[in-house]
């Protein structure tokens, strides 16, 4: 990651994004996300996906796996 987005350290708002976790309901969660995502640039659909899968609780994780969430559809 660091070579496609360069330090993360100094990137602010993808550091926030790749780092926060679902604390809260799921709507919440989303929209904190979408907010952050909006901030940051030249991030493909699938990293998006990928990284918000990431960030969400554990249990909830491992039920949208089953579904294989694409973008594409």
């Known amino acids: 990651m660091i070579t496609h987005y360069g330090d993360i350290k100094s990137n602010t708002f993808f550091s926030q994004l790749v780092n926060i976790q679902q604390k809260d309901i799921v709507i919440e969660h989303i929209q904190q996300f979408q907010k952050l995502s909006l901030r940051v640039n030249n991030i493909s659909e699938d990293n ?3 990284i918000f ?13 089953l579904f294989e969430p694409n973008l594409r559809e």
Not at 53 to 65: D, F, P, V
Request: glycine letters at 0%.
């Open 53 to 65: 899968m990431r960030t969400l609780k554990e249990s909830i994780q491992n039920e949208l796996h």
């Open 48 to 50: 998006l996906l990928n």
